[in-house]
């Protein structure tokens, strides 16, 4: 999908017919599954054509019609030159990595990321030779402090995981060209529907797809979209060499979610909205961080640099670790569980599940406190959410507080 191929229609119809071009055989509505692992040839030369670079499939490994479809639509949303659809978020995140860092390269990344990132980072980069520094990249001053004359990339999630602090694309950006990196921006929290990357500067984007593109709980996948054609070319070749391609079929269970995505979002974003304002009047709540709020550090960055601040929401119970743990024993219609941006509400405890394999010492740093609850809002009906949570948190056993003592995260 080349860019600017969508650019006449708004991002709620790209969602609904991007992938489709050319149509699909027979008239067909819905992208066909392409299930198979390899592709025929009418002659020996052909073979040898494709194999030299022209068009055509071969393997599905190398490329197959059902991925390219997803790869396109996700492109186009996205605004970037090309997409490579991933077999997991982490197959992205790895592939990107892996691609633009060479031993004794260096990395600068958000402190407060999705976990895995930070250990594949800090535990297995470095056997490899590649060293990276993890700091508060909402603070652009802490990024310059850590850039080395070896930094080749910045690498930014905003909003971040699980703390929903925000980062100034267009900051960053200006950073790591000044320096002759590459700012790859994890963009799965918002989706390219409330903030697009590209327009502020940025190289790479990636998502995992698992959550809100997909948006049911039903399929592990990952996207790579670059910014230029010599980005994709870079890339392309490690992600074939490393294998993590997606299956045909994964690829539209992907792209039938991806139809819904933007009235999945308004949704959610509607619920997260009004949770987080009830939420941040509540006695048994020390802070709410949520970037539709006022009182976010970065609410004026969220409207200068998205669209909408999205359904994600963290915050803390009085009570600390104990009291946080019981609230979320106690819910019964969110449920409890890891991952996000499906169509019912997850909520999750991150020091000791999607972050528990960072050091203590680095959540610390990086601000995943204990008392921390990530609430990632689905499209249920609010005032049943409203009440779950009320319920929930009413068990927790702990006395008011006035709303003047509480603190923001």
């Given at each position: ?12 119809t ?53 991925n ?6 996700v492109?186009?949303?996205?605004g ?49 030779g ?31 995981n ?25 963009n ?41 054609e ?29 139809r ?6 308004e949704?959610?974003q ?35 640099q ?18 946080g ?5 106690e ?55 409203r ?23």
């Amino acid at each position: 999908m080349k860019k600017g191929k969508h650019s006449t229609y708004r991002p709620e119809t790209v969602v609904i017919h991007a992938g489709l071009e050319p149509p699909p055989p027979h008239g067909a509505v819905s992208v066909p599954i392409y299930q198979t692992s390899t592709f025929s040839f009418e002659s020996a030369d052909e073979g040898a054509a494709r194999f030299s670079g022209a068009p055509g499939y071969k393997y599905t490994r190398l490329g197959n019609p059902t991925n390219c479809a997803l790869q396109d639509a996700v492109c186009a949303l996205e605004g970037g030159y090309a997409g490579l659809g991933t077999a997991s978020g982490m197959a992205a995140v790895t592939t990107v990595l892996l691609t633009f860092l060479d031993s004794g390269s260096h990395m600068i990344g958000t402190d407060a990321v999705y976990g895995p990132t930070r250990v594949f980072g800090t535990r297995d980069l470095t056997r490899f030779g590649i060293e990276s520094s993890w700091v508060p990249t909402e603070d652009v001053s802490a990024i310059r402090k850590a850039i080395r004359p070896e930094t080749r990339m910045i690498y930014i999630e905003t909003p971040a995981n699980p703390t929903i602090k925000l980062s100034d694309l267009k900051a960053c950006a200006e950073i790591a060209h000044e320096i002759n990196a590459v700012l790859v921006v994890d963009n799965t929290f918002s989706t390219p529907l409330l903030q697009r990357p590209f327009e502020y500067g940025a190289d790479v984007v990636l998502h995992s797809m698992t959550k809100y593109i997909n948006g049911h709980a039903d399929v592990v996948a990952g996207m790579i979209v670059s910014a230029r054609e010599e980005m994709h070319k870079r890339l392309a070749p490690m992600l074939e060499h490393l294998g993590g391609t997606m299956d045909p079929h994964q690829s539209w269970l992907v792209l039938r979610g991806l139809r819904t995505l933007a009235m999945r979002v308004e949704k959610a974003q509607e619920n997260a909205r009004r949770l987080a304002d009830w939420l941040e009047s509540h006695p048994k709540v020390t802070w709410v961080s949520y970037p539709g709020l006022a009182s976010h550090p970065q609410h004026e960055l969220m409207k200068r640099q998205m669209s909408g601040p999205g359904s994600m929401i963290a915050f803390g119970v009085s009570g600390g670790l104990q009291a946080g743990k019981t609230m979320i024993d106690e819910v019964r219609l969110c449920t409890r569980a890891v991952s996000l941006g499906g169509v019912e509400t997850l909520i999750e405890h991150p020091a000791s599940m999607t972050h528990a394999s960072m050091a203590p010492e680095a959540r610390a740093e990086a601000g995943i406190k204990d008392e921390l609850v990530r609430l990632a809002v689905g499209c249920e009906a609010y005032e049943d959410l409203r009440l779950d949570l009320e319920h929930a948190l009413a068990t927790t056993g702990i006395s008011e507080i006035s709303k003047k003592s509480k603190t923001r995260g």
